[in-house]
């Protein structure tokens, strides 16, 4: 008789025990939202005055990831933060890269020259005011034949308002920064000699 006792109370010591294990776990939440820059822009909307054998966008290691990231300009400015329940569906690289690509297209062309936009900045930036905007910043390298021939190279940034203060909002903010990149490279390698990309 001790011994089923003693059998049915550690039956239920087992059953308790196991139960506040269950409780203390992290209770599931839901899959994030994932956001993209919207449909894509109209291709060839500022086509590129050089032939371009190719445009590529490297990101900095802070943005190798799928995280859509904020920060606040004014506050803690050194810190980078990411929303918990959004992510971007491809890194930030890759998002601009389709864009300006998009927008560069033109008639394809016999080059040796490639536009590389190395991307230091794809943020939504929150001011003390809880207004934010979407804001892009790196550098363009027009490219030679040789990876280690640069021809030229210039720093751009851009910024757009979003139009609220969430993830929503900042996606849209910076689909507004991505075109405003494109167009600022378009810009830009029209001050470049043509002549220095023509093949041949």
């Not at 190719?54 to 859509?68: D, K």
Request: net charge positive.
């Amino acid at each position: 008789m001790k011994i089923q006792t003693m059998r049915t109370f550690l039956g239920f010591l087992f059953a308790a025990s196991f139960l506040a294990a269950c409780s203390s776990l992290p209770a599931e939440t839901g899959p994030a939202t994932v956001h993209d820059l919207g449909l894509p822009v109209a291709a060839g909307i500022a086509p590129s005055p050089l032939p371009l054998r190719r445009i590529e966008v490297l990101g900095n290691a802070a943005l190798g990831s799928l995280a859509m990231q904020y920060r606040y300009a004014e506050d803690q400015t050194t810190r980078r933060l990411t929303y918990a329940d959004s992510r971007w569906s491809a890194t930030p690289a890759q998002l601009l890269e389709g864009v300006v690509s998009r927008m560069l297209s033109g008639p394809t062309q016999p080059s040796r020259c490639k536009l590389t936009v190395r991307l230091d900045e794809f943020v939504q930036v929150f001011a003390r005011d809880g207004s934010s905007a979407g804001y892009v910043a790196g550098s363009f390298l027009l490219i030679g034949e040789r990876a280690d021939e640069v021809l030229a190279q210039t720093a751009f940034d851009a910024r757009q308002a979003a139009p609220s203060a969430d993830a929503s909002g900042g996606a849209q903010a910076l689909r507004g920064a991505s075109e405003m990149v494109g167009r600022q490279a378009a810009r830009w390698l029209a001050t470049q000699d043509a002549r220095r990309c023509t093949a041949g």
